[in-house]
Each structure stands twice: as structure tokens, then as C-alpha cells.
């Protein structure tokens, strides 16, 4: 009742965390009396008279504990919601630990995520609002877009698990992998971050390397200001893989900054592991080998460019597949002796005359096209040739 003082308790249990030889707690309290006015409605009032509404929201994580939900905690969608409602120009900024659900999205003008900035949080976020500085993040995480949508919606053993234990049954579908395995569409994917500006992509080429693959590219600043763009490289699975893969995985990136109008080639490396699997036989790294799809983009869902290749075998094995090629092709075994030589030749380490007698096997297929080799088969053969002298360094 008005006017009379009541007892509060407060019952907390710090815990200890042996490596750091500390107690960890905390407590929080708040209170509103029936006669303070309503926050939410103050808020929304305040925001019909202004030109822009700047409305904060944030989540509150720790080592200690597990998130309930991925929603705003408290009534925060409900302030945002009712903020949006009252002013079309508002800006949502996040202070999150990772993704939240955003059922207000459609009725705000952006949402500035800034996760948990630290000391110069404000000078920082002065400078992007303001337009000062352009923002060119690019998201870590994929954001789901509902709690229920993700591996850790399909059963309770995923999520919140049975108290002790919490099952990753997804394996290597892990984060936008799942997404792209199952078809899902997230309310923003992997890589995902939009600027002030915007960005073209051309130019794709493709050089393959021993294990490995260089993509290069231009990406030219299309819209007015400057900015930085981060584009991304994901490698796609083989056409028959041994062993289960992700639909595409991420093979690199690079940053670039751009004035407007200002082009710039890109150039990123495909390391040998973005083609390797661990071996449960061999208890070691094993290469996937054959042809891939390379997409390149501004996030995993934002693909702007694609082309296909396989990285080079080393040489003998690469020479394998030129002597499979020619089998049964040309006239008599001239084609089939020049490659069991080559294949000789780099078992003796002997680079230089291998290369002669790749140049012979080109010499010989090119006299031989549209005669007794088909202009495609000649084709395939050149490019496996071509293979093999890039494999020995040619």
C-alpha cells in the first residue's frame, strides 16, 4: 500500500571459477511505482518530435550463463516497436554479444550493431551516425531469423540440452554451412554488413596452384563516398565428394578501400586447407581433389561472381590424369608414349625434359585437331597438358 515500508530479500549464489581463483556475482535491481509514468510511452513521445530517433538496445552475457532466448531481454522490442511507430527515421544500435531476433526490423531505417565496444564506444559511433566515417563491417555470425530457426531448433539436445550436456549434432554444418544445407533463409547471412556506398564486382579469373588457388578480381566503388568493402571467397564442394562437405565454405577475404569511381584488382589465395578434410583412416589432412565452384561476394548469400577450377595435383599425380585422357585418342600410341615419358621424366626429378616433351604433346595434338583428334577432345588434352607444366613449375 501507499505509504507503508515493506522488507525486500535478496537471495544471491556467487560462483568460483578455480583458474581465476575468484567469486563471480552480481545483482541488479529496479523498481517502478504505480504512479511513474510509462517509459515506453514517454519514449515514443519524445521520438514524434524529433527529426531522427536514436533508440539503444542491448543483451546482457557472460562466460556464466546461457542465453534464454534470442530476443532483446525486457521490453525492448516493445520500446523499439513503439518508437518506430512514432518516428519513420529511426536507428536502431545494438550492444549485443551476438545475434538477436529483430521482429521491428521492417519499420526501422537501420540497425547499427556494435557489439561491445569498449572505452571510445561513443566517439566512435558519433562518427558513423554522423556520417563521418563509413561503416564496413562485415558480420562474424549468421543472424537467425527466429529462435527456433538453426541446428538448435530441432530438438532439446541441441538447445538448452539436459541440464549437463549439450549435443552439436550438426557436425560441420556449423553456422551459415547449415543455412545453406537446409535451404534456410536467416534474417541476415554470414558476412552481411552494409556502408554508405556501394560496390561492383568483375573481372573473375581463376589460376590454379599445387593444392592450392589464387582468385582474383576488380571491385569498383560504385555509389558516391568513399568506403571499404570486404569481399569473400567461398570454395564449393567437389561433384562427388568422399566424404560429407559444406555446400561452399569460406576459402579467404580481403579489405580494399575505394574512393568513389576508383577500381581496384584483388587478389586472394586459397590455401591448401580449404580443400582438405580430416582423415579418420589416415588419422591426417586429406585433399578433396577435382573441380570446384569458386563464388565471390559481399557475404555468403551476396554471391556477385563464380567460376569453376581444380587445384593442381602434384605432378605425378597430375600426370595421371593426362595419361587417362589420352587413352584410345590419336592416331597409333604416339600421344599415350609421349605422356608414360613425361610421367617418367618427373619420377627423376628431370623438370626440363619434361617440359620438352610436354611442348611435343601439344605440338602433336594441335597437328591433330580437326583431323584425327575432335576440336573438344584437343581442348581437354591442351588444358590437362597445361596442367601438368604448371605442376613441374613450367
Known amino acids: 500500500m501507499a505509504g507503508q515500508t515493506a522488507n525486500v530479500r535478496v537471495d544471491y549464489l556467487p560462483f568460483y571459477v578455480p583458474s581465476f581463483h575468484v567469486l563471480f556475482s552480481h545483482i541488479r535491481l529496479g523498481a517502478r511505482t504505480p504512479d511513474d509514468p510509462d517509459p515506453i510511452a514517454q519514449a515514443a513521445q519524445a521520438a514524434s518530435n524529433a527529426d531522427v530517433a536514436v533508440v539503444f538496445a542491448n543483451d546482457k552475457t557472460s562466460e556464466g550463463t546461457d542465453r534464454t532466448s534470442l530476443a532483446l531481454p ?13 518516428n519513420p527515421h529511426t536507428v536502431v544500435v545494438l550492444n549485443t554479444a551476438s545475434a538477436v531476433t529483430m521482429p521491428w526490423l521492417k519499420d526501422v531505417r537501420s540497425v547499427l550493431e556494435m557489439w561491445y565496444p569498449g572505452q571510445q564506444y561513443g566517439t566512435a559511433l558519433a562518427s558513423l551516425l554522423f556520417g563521418d566515417v563509413n561503416p564496413s563491417g562485415k558480420l562474424p555470425v549468421t543472424f537467425p531469423a527466429g529462435d ?21 549434432s550438426e557436425g560441420l554444418q556449423v553456422g551459415y554451412r547449415w ?18 556506398t556501394t560496390f561492383g564486382y568483375s573481372n573473375l579469373t581463376l589460376t590454379p596452384g599445387v593444392g592450392t588457388m589464387t582468385v582474383s578480381f576488380d571491385v569498383t566503388n560504385t555509389g558516391t563516398v568513399p568506403g571499404a568493402e570486404v569481399p ?14 559444406a555446400v561452399r565454405a569460406l576459402g579467404g577475404f580481403g579489405r580494399v578501400s575505394l574512393d568513389p569511381g576508383q577500381t581496384r584488382h584483388v587478389t586472394i589465395q586459397v590455401g591448401a586447407r580449404a580443400f582438405q578434410y580430416w582423415s ?11 573441380v570446384r565452384t569458386f563464388s565471390v561476394g559481399s557475404s555468403s548469400r551476396d554471391i556477385r561472381l563464380s567460376a569453376s577450377d581444380a587445384p593442381l595435383k602434384p605432378a605425378a599425380e597430375e600426370v595421371l590424369d593426362l595419361l587417362a585422357a589420352v587413352q584410345g585418342v590419336g592416331p597409333g600410341t604416339s600421344l599415350n608414349d609421349k605422356v608414360t615419358t613425361i610421367q617418367g621424366y618427373i619420377a627423376a626429378n628431370d623438370h626440363a625434359s619434361a617440359r620438352t616433351t610436354i611442348l611435343a604433346f601439344k605440338n602433336e595434338v594441335k597437328a591433330q ?15 590437362e597438358a597445361d596442367r601438368v607444366a604448371v605442376s613441374i613449375g613450367c
Open 232 to 245: 569473400q571467397v567461398y570454395v564449393g564442394s567437389p561433384a562427388t565428394p568422399t566424404v560429407p562437405m
Open 179 to 196: 543455412y545453406d544445407a537446409n535451404g534456410e533463409q536467416p534474417l541476415f547471412p554470414f558476412g552481411y554488413g552494409l556502408s554508405y
Open 369 to 383: 585437331t580437326g583431323k584425327k583428334i575432335a576440336a573438344a577432345t584437343a581442348a581437354a588434352l591442351q588444358h
Open 148 to 168: 527456433k530457426q538453426g541446428p538448435w531448433g530441432q530438438n532439446t539436445q541441441q538447445y538448452p540440452g539436459d541440464g549437463t550436456n549439450v549435443a552439436f
Open 280 to 290: 579418420l583412416d589416415t588419422h591426417d589432412w586429406a585433399t578433396a581433389w577435382g
Open 74 to 86: 525486457g521490453e525492448q522490442d516493445a520500446l523499439i516497436e513503439a518508437v518506430a511507430a512514432a
